[in-house]
């Protein structure tokens, strides 16, 4: 087995004489939008102190989740016991940690949070998921740290649309699965920053199950891989916050080299979002708009195919259903706050996987859905979410937006 410093056997698809940073920063100079001073979202009902509102507000409190962040405190956190449910896991139950950190001096840098998500499901699914986003140097200098390990129930259906089409595909598992992924992000100007991040996954499937046997073939793609990465980002980032925005915009662009150690190829991953979110005051509520690629090039092990579907893309499609070596989806939201800390989004997306770029939208998934919103803390939601799609509906309780 080679190791993580063997040899990147392909060139990167970028060789014009431009430099890619400064592509991507006159991409964002010139599709940007002004946004308004404001960051408030008008909600439908104004919140009228009364003695339920305080006596709810109270429970909250046991929980140390207080609506709005105190930097006097230091480190604010919040407690929160919690009931889930996704088509991927079943129903659980969890313990949601959320800390809000930092100085947000003169409203120049917003607050630092540490999300903690330890949980356990009736599908005997359990795991643990670290998410720390920190700001520094007055937001000039950013550290993101994802941290996932987790025993969890998920399906196959194998690679491409027509696979994903035909429901007897389904193949039942479980995987073994650590990832960590680190990214440091450096201002250069204005909102526009880079950076460069690292990709540690190694997954172990198991218990492998199928209905029938004409899948076995299928089934023998699911084979422990373990695989490294380094990734180049640029990003122009004018959002109020990163957690939950309510004004500003996203562009990114992720251009990574990885090895997969398990069968010593090399492979690509060139990942492009962008995103923004528009108040419609006096209107209550915003518009929020979200558009991803994802592209790969050369020996792609299986788990780290672009796919569709999950709590964050495609909601509405169990997560592994679709995936193939390139992949673009978007979705459009209304979130509206209603009334104290309930708020509702409304959604539609559409996406495609396919083979090569070129056949991309050759076929449509679309979904839609709604979800209802609780403010556990100052940009920091529960969520439940209603996907519909080509094959059903589900449902999805989590923490924070999804883009």
């Not at 899948?215 to 023998?220: P, Y």
């Not at 180049?232 to 500003?248: E, P």
């Not at 788990?303 to 459009?332: C, E, F, S, T």
Request: charged content about 15%.
């Amino acid at each position: 087995m080679q190791t993580f410093l063997s040899p990147i056997k392909y060139p990167l698809p970028m060789t014009n004489a431009v430099p890619f940073s400064h592509f991507f920063l006159l991409a964002c100079t010139s599709l940007a939008l002004p946004v308004a001073a404001s960051s408030q979202v008008a909600p439908i009902f104004e919140t009228t102190p009364n003695a339920t509102i305080d006596a709810l507000e109270s429970v909250f409190g046991v929980f140390g989740a207080e609506a709005e962040y105190d930097p006097e405190q230091g480190l604010n956190s919040s407690y929160i016991p919690a009931v889930f449910y996704t088509p991927e896991q079943g129903f659980g139950v969890g313990l949601l940690y959320v800390g809000l950190y930092g100085d947000t001096e003169s409203n120049t840098v917003q607050p630092s949070s540490l999300v903690v998500n330890p949980y356990v499901s009736t599908n005997g699914s359990i795991g643990l998921t670290v998410s720390n986003k920190h700001f520094y140097n007055q937001g000039d200098n950013r550290f993101y740290t994802d941290f996932k390990v987790f025993d969890d129930a998920a399906i196959y259906y194998g690679r491409g649309y027509e696979n994903a089409q035909l429901d007897n595909n389904r193949i039942d598992y479980k995987e073994q699965v650590v990832n960590v992924r680190p990214t440091w992000l450096n201002r250069v100007t204005g909102d526009y920053y880079v950076g460069v991040g690292g990709d540690i996954t190694s997954v172990k499937p198991h218990d492998i199950s199928y209905n029938f046997p004409y899948l076995s073939g299928l089934s023998s793609e699911l084979t422990d891989n373990t695989a490294y990465g380094v990734f180049l980002t640029n990003v122009y980032d004018s959002r109020d916050n990163v957690a939950n925005a309510s004004q500003g915009m996203l562009l990114q662009a992720d251009l990574g080299a990885y090895y997969d150690a398990t069968n010593e190829n090399s492979f690509g991953k060139y990942d492009i979002k962008a995103s923004q979110y528009i108040s419609l005051d006096p209107v209550p509520g915003l518009i929020a708009w979200q558009v991803q690629s994802k592209f790969t090039s050369g020996d792609v092990p299986w788990n780290q195919l672009p796919d569709l579907g999950g709590d964050d893309a495609m909601r509405g499609y169990i997560l592994g259903r679709y995936r193939d070596k390139q992949m673009m989806m978007g979705q459009v939201e209304y979130r509206v706050p209603v009334y104290w800390r309930v708020g509702m989004v409304f959604w539609g997306a559409a996406g495609t996987v396919s083979e090569d770029v070129s056949q991309l939208w050759d076929n449509t998934i679309t979904s839609v859905g709604t979800g209802f919103r609780v403010k556990i803390k100052d940009k920091v939601n529960l969520r439940a979410d209603f996907g519909y799609g080509e094959h059903g509906s589900t449902f999805y309780f989590h923490v924070n937006e999804v883009f």
